[in-house]
């Protein structure tokens, strides 16, 4: 019997061929950087709950740096009329939406006295100041300059700053529309990039005329469909954090400043893709 294989003790110098020395090899932890991800929790309070509230958002965090890395080369690939690349990272983008909207399911076993527990702990900070969750919105097309601020002296401000400035996934949607032959308003097209989508009627026009004859316009009509899915799991995102906030700490006003569930109910308004949504009343 060769020394690594023992059926007496199995002492992990074997175990169905598995390899057990990474002594000079890379391994699963060492690939994914889990000294660093799993050393990343460190409660402030002695509540047990306060594990829960740390991981829910470093994993919320994780997902939105992959969605910002799609939506980027979605962005990217709708420049360059590239339209079957971008409809999957489209539907990946929206899948990890829908991910998100059940993380809220986790959360909300905190019941208010768990939470209350741990806020005095948080001091100022909030989800208001999560960079990413701004440019999220910002590639989006819900720009908003004065929402900056809060970055202002952080490393990410650069970043946002260009984000900001950068056309939206939708505003490039728009201009594929004009380049596919289809008239688009020379105020539309010119848009100053760094305010909110405004709605255009002939952007509607267009998406009309896309949705009146899907034959002649599928690459279109595909791309208005997994915008409108996009936006959708975006809303109820924003519907399952209010709903969620309101369930743990009502009306109280908000560690960031805000005046709590009322400022997260506005956020509900906000529509990202207008005409694809006010056109269905005329279809
Ligand atoms: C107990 C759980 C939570 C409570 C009580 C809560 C409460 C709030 C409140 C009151 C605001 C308004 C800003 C302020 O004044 O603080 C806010 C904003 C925000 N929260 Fe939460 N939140 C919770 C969990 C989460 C989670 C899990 C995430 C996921 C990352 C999150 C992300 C955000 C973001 C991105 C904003 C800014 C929203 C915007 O400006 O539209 N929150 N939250
Ligand atoms: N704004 C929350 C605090 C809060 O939720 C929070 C605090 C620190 C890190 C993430 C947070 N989550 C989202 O806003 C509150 O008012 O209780």
Redesign the pocket.
């Known amino acids: 019997m060769s020394d690594n294989k023992c059926p007496m003790h199995n002492t992990g110098a074997d175990w169905h061929g598995a390899q057990m020395d990474f002594s000079n090899d890379m391994s699963y932890g060492d690939y994914l950087g889990l000294n660093q991800i799993l050393h990343a929790q460190h409660p402030l309070s002695p509540n047990h709950n306060e594990m829960l509230?740390i991981i829910?958002?470093q994993t919320?965090?994780l997902w939105?740096k992959l969605m910002l890395h799609e939506m980027r080369a979605v962005r990217t690939h709708l420049r360059s009329d590239d339209l079957p690349p971008a409809f999957k990272m489209l539907a990946r983008v929206a899948r990890i939406m829908d991910q998100?909207v059940h993380?809220?399911d986790v959360?909300a076993t905190?019941t208010p006295p768990e939470?209350t527990a741990i806020r005095p702990y948080l001091g100022a900070s909030?989800?208001?100041q999560?960079y990413q969750?701004?440019e999220i919105?910002f590639i989006l097309g819900n720009k908003n300059a004065a929402?900056l601020n809060v970055h202002a002296t952080t490393p990410e401000f650069p970043l946002l700053e260009e984000a900001l400035r950068t056309p939206s996934i939708y505003d490039e949607a728009v201009r594929l529309l004009a380049r596919n032959g289809l008239p688009i308003s020379a105020e539309r097209l010119n848009a100053d990039p760094t305010l909110p989508t405004v709605a255009d009627a002939s952007v509607q026009q267009a998406w009309l005329q896309v949705y009146g004859d899907p034959t002649r316009y599928w690459a279109l009509y595909e791309l208005a469909e997994k915008l409108v899915d996009m936006e959708t799991a975006f809303r109820f995102w924003?519907f399952r954090?209010v709903t969620?906030?309101e369930r743990?700490?009502g009306f109280?006003?908000?560690?960031?400043?805000?005046?709590?569930?009322s400022?997260?109910r506005k956020?509900l308004d906000v529509v990202l893709f207008p005409e694809l949504f006010a056109l269905r009343t005329e279809l």
């Open positions: 509230f829910q958002h919320s965090e939105m998100l993380a809220w959360l905190m939470y909030s989800g208001f999560s969750y701004r919105e929402l924003r954090h969620t906030v743990i700490i109280k006003t908000g560690t960031g400043g805000t005046a709590g569930v400022y997260l956020m």
